[in-house]
């Protein structure tokens, strides 16, 4: 992934430095409504190698939901209807097309980190210099994040979602759908011997 190192997760409690991942979908600048629908948030769905140590994600998802459910937690994350944070990226398909989305990998895991407009998360680089721009923040990039677990109940159902914190960039990568691509990669340059050919009055203009 990338041209980095592996860098190792933190845990305290349900707060967990992570390890370092692709960001898709980054919302980070500005907040947006997830799916165009809902309250604006700042988001970005994690792409976590086939080989990425995520045991302190894990023991966070547990600790929150002991926290909330106590001695039934357990048995309330093993219902196929709980929402369980920890996706198979396989299972990230474009629902118009069927295809899965560029840069997911089958069998790998992808968490969505959010956080409310109120609560913007700080960016910085890996100088700890803040970074603001889309220009350096962009879906395709290489960062960690500090992110908690927290379990909730809505209209009867129940599950673990992780706030996003804070974000640092490690390094730049390919941007994946939706960002612009650099001019000189749609045009190829023009040779020495290139003139222009018509004029400002041209006969055949009408």
């Not at 860098?7 to 898709?24: C, E, L, N």
């Not at 398909?93 to 840069?103: A, D, I, K, Q, R």
């Not at 109940?153 to 979602?161: A, D, F, L, T, V």
Request: proline content about 5%.
């Amino acid at each position: 992934m990338g041209n980095i190192v592996e860098i190792a997760s933190k845990r305290t409690g349900t707060r967990v430095q992570t390890p370092a991942f692709r960001a898709a979908f980054a919302t980070l600048v500005n907040a947006k409504p997830i799916n165009n629908s809902g309250e604006p948030k700042y988001s970005v769905l994690a792409l976590f190698d086939k080989d990425a140590d995520l045991k302190d994600l894990k023991a966070a998802f547990q600790e929150a939901a002991k926290n909330r459910w106590g001695k039934d937690a357990k048995k309330i994350v093993e219902n196929p209807n709980f929402h369980n944070p920890f996706l198979d990226q396989g299972e990230r398909v474009h629902s118009v097309t069927g295809e899965l989305y560029n840069g997911m990998e089958v069998g790998a895991t992808c968490i969505s980190f959010k956080s409310d407009e109120a609560h913007r998360p700080g960016v910085v680089d890996c100088e700890n210099k803040a970074v603001l721009t889309s220009d350096e923040i962009y879906s395709g990039i290489i960062a960690r994040a500090t992110v908690d677990a927290f379990a909730w109940e809505n209209s009867g159902k129940k599950g673990i979602s992780f706030g996003l914190q804070n974000v640092q960039k490690l390094d730049d990568g390919p941007r994946m759908g939706g960002g612009r691509i650099p001019a000189n990669d749609d045009f190829d340059p023009l040779p020495e011997s290139f003139k222009k050919t018509g004029t400002d009055d041209d006969p055949n203009w009408d």
